[in-house]
Each structure stands twice: as C-alpha cells, then as structure tokens.
C-alpha cells in the first residue's frame, strides 16, 4: 500500500468554523490531489499540486484553499465550513502526469466530515 | 452528458459468473484509464490501469479498452462474493492533471 495517511479521520464542526485536513506520504511523489465524495456525484478533484508551493484548482474548489509546503504534506483548508461541505475528503497522490504507470493515483484512508 | 458514465447498478452475478462492467469517456484526448474498487467506508484501491487498444489481464480481472468507441470494460472471472464492491472507472489525460471519475457501478456477487 502506497503510504498515504489522513487526519484527523473523522471530524464534525459548527458552520463558520475553519478546518483543515492534512494529508502526508512518505512515497515521495510529486503530485498530490484532494478530491471529495458525495452520493450520486462521485469524486471530484477539489485542488492539487504539481509540485512544493504549486498548486491548481480543480472543479469545486469554491470554499477551498490548499497549500504545500514540504513534498510529504499536502494541506485542505475550508475557510468557513458550511453544511454543504459535509462529505468524505480523500487525498491521493501520484508520481507523475505522464503515462506508463506513473501517473496512477492512490489514496488515503479519507476523512469524514461533518458540518452542523 | 458526463465525461465519464458508468451504470450505477447494482449489477448482481452468482458466484463463480463473469461480471463485466462498463464505463464510457466523452475526451478523445483521453490516454490513460483506470478502474478502481471501493468498499463501503472505505478509499478506492487501483485494481488495473491500461493505455494501449486491447486486452489487459491481471489475475481473474481483464480490462478491455476501445478508443475508436471511447470505452473501456472491467471482466471479473470466477466472481466471489468478496469483490462486490463499487467499481470507478477513471480516465486521465496526460499533461492535464485531470482525472475525471465515473460514479460507479455497485457489484453483487451472489453466493
């Protein structure tokens, strides 16, 4: 298994608090992502990075802000939590964008937030 | 119309049946896929990635892809009751940092 840990694993906050997710790896790969799961609309990439310090948006990034400040971590912070940001977080990293393998993706174990 | 669809299911097969499963892409630019399984609770875990037209078998999983068509297919041999899970589909442009994934098909394998 690709060592990719998550924390905290679960947590529930009030709306209007701020969060932050942490995702580390030891795997040393260059690029990190954290996606989000919901019922009925799958993954969804929120931010990655291609490198320490780059970072992009991804398709929901709204309410989201990323930083990477060492290869092995990978930040997720909501600024002011709302209910719509309950979900389940997952980070995922890969060695590369090219083909041949390198560019698989794998995951955390995910965190579980809630957001009263 | 999704970039990526998938069946959502639940497709249920006995024990020891071949499941196939299927997954359609809207971007002919698209150059890498993959299919992943998910347990309830749990995070997707890579089950086989392929790039190339054809056949790729790892084990009692094949992966099929058609690129003139856009679609690629997960077959399970001999399906046991422990690979009922959600199966993902995803599908990667190189150069794009965009992996767009499928919502999943949900596999019963019936003992």
């Known amino acids: 298994d690709a060592g990719i840990t998550q924390s905290p694993r679960h947590k529930v906050t009030e709306t209007g608090t701020p969060v932050t997710l942490r995702c580390h790896q030891t795997?040393?790969?260059?690029?990190m992502y954290w996606y989000r799961q919901d019922p009925g609309h799958g993954l969804r990439l929120i931010h990655y990075s291609y490198g320490v310090k780059d970072t992009d948006k991804g398709e929901v990034s709204d309410g989201y802000s990323v930083s990477r400040s060492k290869t092995e971590d990978f930040l997720l912070t909501l600024e002011s939590a709302t209910s719509s940001q309950t979900s389940v977080y997952f980070c995922?990293?890969?060695?590369?964008?090219?083909?041949?393998?390198?560019?698989?993706?794998?995951f955390g174990p995910g965190t579980r937030l809630t957001v009263l | 119309q999704k970039e990526v669809e998938q069946n959502s299911g639940p497709l249920s097969v006995p024990e020891g049946a071949i499941a196939s499963l299927n997954c359609t892409y809207s971007d002919r630019g698209s150059q890498s896929f993959f299919w992943y399984r998910q347990y309830s609770g749990k995070s997707p875990e890579l089950i086989m990635f392929?790039?190339?037209?054809g056949d790729k078998e790892d084990g009692r999983f094949t992966a099929q892809l058609n690129k003139a068509s856009q679609y690629v297919s997960l077959l399970i041999r001999d399906s046991q009751p422990s690979d009922s899970a959600t199966y993902l589909c995803?599908?990667?442009?190189?150069?794009?940092?965009?992996?767009?994934f499928g919502t999943g098909t949900r596999l019963k394998v019936l003992a």
């Open positions: 995803a599908v990667f442009t190189s150069g794009t940092y965009k992996y767009i």
């Open positions: 392929i790039y190339s037209n």
């Open positions: 995922a990293i890969s060695e590369s964008a090219g083909t041949g393998g390198t560019d698989t993706q794998y």
């Open positions: 795997e040393n790969h260059r690029y």
